[in-house]
């Protein structure tokens, strides 16, 4: 069964940096894209970053020159490192994936709470 485990929320001064992972485990075949979304409380779930599998990033205009998305392909990871933190960017982060594997689609991690916040 695969799962993505998300770590590294938290709270944290507005300014601040955060780094978020995520780490697929089970069983499948290979990793294609990787991504970041975020939902804030009463907003939709909204994109962040995405990666493809080869490393190609993709930013939302609010955060671009602020986030940093990369991946460890050996480690199947991505992670998110977040600089210049605001207190919009207050959500909870989900990480997702499209991994092929016995059942191919799109996994959600279960999501970490950030908090910008003095």
């Known amino acids: 069964q695969v799962q993505l485990v998300e770590s590294g929320g938290g709270l944290v001064q507005p300014g601040g940096s955060l780094r978020l992972s995520c780490a697929a485990s089970?069983?499948?075949?290979?990793?294609?894209?990787m991504g970041w979304y975020r939902q804030a409380p009463g907003k939709e779930r909204e994109l962040v970053a995405t990666?493809?599998?080869?490393?190609?990033?993709n930013y939302a205009d609010s955060v671009k020159g602020r986030f940093t998305i990369s991946r460890d392909n050996a480690k199947n990871t991505v992670y998110l490192q977040m600089d210049s933190l605001k207190t919009e960017d207050t959500a909870v982060y989900y990480c997702?994936?499209?991994?092929?594997?016995?059942?191919?689609?799109?996994?959600w991690g279960q999501g970490t709470q950030v908090t910008v916040s003095s």
């Open positions: 997702n994936a499209y991994i092929v594997s016995a059942v191919t689609g799109v996994f």
């Open positions: 089970g069983s499948f075949y290979r990793i294609n894209d």
């Open positions: 990666i493809t599998s080869g490393a190609h990033p």
